[in-house]
C-alpha cells in the first residue's frame, strides 16, 4: 500500500509540472497563475502547493535528485578516481531533452528554454539551487579530505567544478535559443566540457583523489 501511494503521489506531481510546464512555455513564467495551473491539471489549487512549495518548483521539481544523483557518484566513486574525475562523469552522462532529436522534442526544448531565460525568478532560483549544489558537494570533499569545514580549499574545488556545470548551461542555452539544435550541439557541449575540465585538472586532478 505504502509503494502504491507513492507512485500515486509521484503521478499527481508529475501530471501538475507538465501541463504547468506546457502553460510556462505558451505563455511565460510570471503570465500564468497557480490557479490556472491548478485548473489545467484539474487539482485544487492547494493540491499544487502541497506538491510544489513555490511556483518555481514548479519548474525545478527534479533537481533534488539531481543534487542526490551528483552527490552520490562523488561519494561512490571507485579507487584511484578523483572528485573531478566523477564529477565529469556524471555531468556528460547526463543528456535529457539533448538526447531526442525528434521535432517534437526539440521544439519542447527551445520553448522551454527561453521560457527560463526571459524569467527574472527562474534564474534567480536556479542560481540559489546552485549555491545549494556547491555547498553540499562543499561539505562532502571537506569530509573526505578531513579538512575543517571552514577550510577554503573544499569550497574552492566544489565552486570549480560546479561552475563548469553551469557555464555549459549557458552554452547551451544560447545555442539552443538561437534555434542551433542536433547532435552537432551535443558533440559541441561535451567538446566545451573537455576543454573546461582540462583546463580544471592541472590543479584539481589529483585533488581527493580515492586511494587505490
Known amino acids: 500500500m505504502t509503494g502504491l501511494r507513492e507512485r500515486k503521489k ?3 506531481r508529475r ?10 512555455s505558451e505563455r511565460g513564467f510570471e503570465r500564468v497563475t497557480i490557479a490556472e495551473v491548478a485548473q489545467a491539471a484539474d487539482v485544487a489549487v492547494q493540491t499544487v502547493f502541497n506538491y510544489f512549495p513555490t511556483k518555481e518548483d514548479l519548474v525545478y521539481w527534479r533537481l533534488t ?8 557518484a562523488v561519494r561512490e566513486r ?19 531533452l539533448l538526447g531526442k ?6 521544439a519542447e526544448l527551445t520553448s522551454f528554454t527561453r521560457m527560463i531565460i526571459e524569467s527574472p525568478a527562474l534564474l534567480g532560483r536556479e542560481r540559489q539551487i ?12 571537506a569530509e573526505e ?16 567544478m560546479v561552475g563548469v556545470h553551469r557555464a555549459l548551461i549557458d552554452y547551451s542555452r544560447a545555442r539552443i535559443a538561437a534555434g542551433d ?25 589529483d585533488y581527493a583523489r580515492m586511494p587505490t
Not at 65 to 72: K, N, V
Not at 182 to 205: K, N, S, V
Open 101 to 106: 532529436h525528434d521535432p517534437e522534442a526539440r
Open 145 to 160: 579530505t578531513g579538512v575543517p569545514a571552514d577550510d577554503v580549499r573544499p569550497h574552492v574545488a566544489a565552486a570549480a
Open 65 to 72: 535528485s539531481f543534487e542526490e544523483d551528483l552527490l552520490a
Open 181 to 205: 539544435l542536433g547532435p552537432r550541439l551535443t558533440r559541441d557541449i561535451r567538446a566545451q566540457a573537455g576543454r573546461a575540465f582540462a583546463l580544471l585538472a592541472g590543479e584539481l586532478g
Open 78 to 96: 571507485g579507487p584511484g578516481v578523483s572528485a573531478i574525475e566523477a564529477f565529469q562523469t556524471f555531468l556528460l552522462a547526463q543528456e535529457g
Open 130 to 141: 546552485f549555491a545549494g549544489y556547491t555547498a553540499a558537494l562543499a561539505r562532502l570533499l
Open 10 to 12: 509521484e503521478q499527481t
Open 15 to 24: 501530471h501538475i509540472a507538465e501541463n504547468a510546464r506546457r502553460l510556462f
